[in-house]
Every structure is written in C-alpha cells, then in structure tokens.
C-alpha cells in the first residue's frame, strides 16, 4: 500500500507517516525544512523497510500540487491512501487580519485538499479501493476569537470531507476527517511562546494556560495517537466509517 502524507516534514504529519510505516506503507513525505530535518524524517519512516520519497512542493501552488501527486504516482505506481495533514496558523483579530495570511491559510489548510483529492480519485476510482484522511481541528467543529482563517478553513475541510464520502459512498474508497486538540508540535509551540511573552510566564505555565483554556484532559494530544486513528481509518474495519470528523481532543468540544 501507498500513502501521500502532506505536511510530514515534521508534527502531526510526520507521526502518521511513521505509522503508516510501521504497518507497512510506503510513505511519500512532503513539508519543508532544512537538509537534515528531510532527511531525519525520510530515515526515521525508512526505519520502518518501506519505500520512502520525498517531494518539496509549496501547497500554495496548484502546478506543485499536481506535481506532487503526479510524482507520487510515478514512484510507487498508485496512490491509495492520501492524508491531507499541512497546515498553518496565523493568529489576529479579523479587522486586523492581513488579507495574505487569509489566502495562504486557505490555500494550504483547505484549497490543497481539494486539489490533492480532486487528483487521486480518478486511480482510487478505477481501483475501487482507496482512503483520504482529512486532518481538520477541533477548530473545525467549534471556533476560538481570533483565528477567522484557521477555523474557516478546518470547517470548510470538514465539509469537503462530507461532501467526498458521499460522492464515494457506493464505493470502496471513504473520506474521513480527524479533529485534534492541542498537540505539542511547532505549529502549537509558537503560540505557547507567544502566550508566555503576552502573560510574562514561563513557558510551562503557558502550555498549561492554553491546556486550561480548552482541554479538559490538560494533557496534549500526541502524533502517535492520531497516527493510529489514521491507521484504524485506512483498515478495512473503517470501510462503513464514511463522513465523520472524529475529534481527539482530550474533551475540548465535549464541553
Ligand atoms: P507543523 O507546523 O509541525 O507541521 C506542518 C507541516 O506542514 C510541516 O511539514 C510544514 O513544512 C508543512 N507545510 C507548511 N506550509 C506548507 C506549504 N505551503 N506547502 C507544503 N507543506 C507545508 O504543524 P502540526 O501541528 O503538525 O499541524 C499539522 C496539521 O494538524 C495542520 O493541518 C494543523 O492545522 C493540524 N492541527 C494541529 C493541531 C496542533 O495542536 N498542533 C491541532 C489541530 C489540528
């Protein structure tokens, strides 16, 4: 089996790609970084004996986007399982909200999975088979202030989601999305550290200010964990999982 991991560079992505491995899926990685860090991520899924590549495309770019995909093809032959992971924030109430760092939101948290899945389906089709794993937030079943972009987007993905699980639902290929909590990756570090420098705290009471906020577990969510969800989505047990957007999210939208 062949997956596309978007974003597993590093974080979330990175832990489903690792798992899929562990399983025994060839990963093609995508994210940026420096050498090293690409080449720390392709060893540590390799580690697993699958085949692994690795493709720098900017997700903002739709040629790359179709390059990516088409690339992916090429080096395993079809794509069977697509993770749409990559994602960033910007932070910023909306009358202040550089219109830039709206598009590039959008771009990569919504419009790329789009792209990606508009491009796989025509092998999975053929195929009859195939798994697209969406992962949303738990910003795309409820909101926070100041994250217009970042919440737009993860709604907007879990719609897409719905509306792909439904076009594919006599098949055997299923879209599904994830919705996480907070992780402790970059992406939820620089919040922490911004946090610290807004409150004058320490970094550790920061992370347990943002915890307290929203997570009842007041634990962090891990990449493992959500590559295991992402592992039991692509199984056959999941084929009759179609649609949903399954929070892990140490309780936040249970509240
Ligand atoms: P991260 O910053 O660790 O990783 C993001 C990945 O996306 C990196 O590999 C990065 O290189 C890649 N990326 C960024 N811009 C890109 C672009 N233009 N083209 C290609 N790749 C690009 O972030 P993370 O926390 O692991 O987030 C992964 C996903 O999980 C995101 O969609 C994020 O919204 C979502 N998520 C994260 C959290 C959290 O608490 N960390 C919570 C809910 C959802």
Request: charged fraction near 15%; glycine fraction near 10%.
């Amino acid at each position: 089996m062949n997956a596309l991991v978007t974003g597993s560079t590093s974080g979330i992505g990175l832990g489903i790609a690792q798992r899929l491995a562990a399983k025994g899926v060839n990963v093609m990685l995508n994210g940026f970084g420096t050498p090293e860090q690409i080449e720390a991520a392709k060893q540590s899924v390799a580690a697993y004996g699958v085949k692994v590549g690795y493709h720098g495309a900017d997700l903002t770019k739709v040629a790359e986007v179709e390059d990516l995909v088409k690339s992916t093809e090429q080096l395993f032959g079809q794509v069977d399982v697509l993770v749409n992971n990559a994602g960033i924030q910007h932070v910023s109430p909306v009358e202040s909200f550089d219109p830039a760092k709206w598009d590039a939101v959008i771009a990569i948290n919504l419009s790329a999975a789009f792209h990606t899945t508009r491009l796989v389906l025509p092998g999975m089709q053929a195929r009859n088979w195939g798994r697209i794993v969406n992962i949303a937030s738990a910003h795309g079943l409820v909101a926070s202030a100041n994250k217009s972009a970042y919440v737009a987007a993860k709604h907007g993905i879990v719609g897409l989601t719905k509306v792909v699980a439904l076009e594919n639902a006599k098949t055997g290929i299923t879209c599904n999305a994830v919705c996480p909590g907070w992780v402790l990756t970059p992406l939820v570090q620089a919040q922490v550290d911004a946090r610290a420098v807004r409150e004058g705290v320490s970094v550790e009471e920061a992370k347990v200010g943002l915890l307290s906020e929203k997570q009842p577990s007041q634990e962090f969510v891990t990449p493992e964990q959500l590559g295991g969800l992402v592992v039991f989505l692509c199984s056959d047990d999941a084929q009759e999982v179609r649609g949903v957007a399954w929070n892990m999210d140490g309780g936040w939208v249970a509240q």
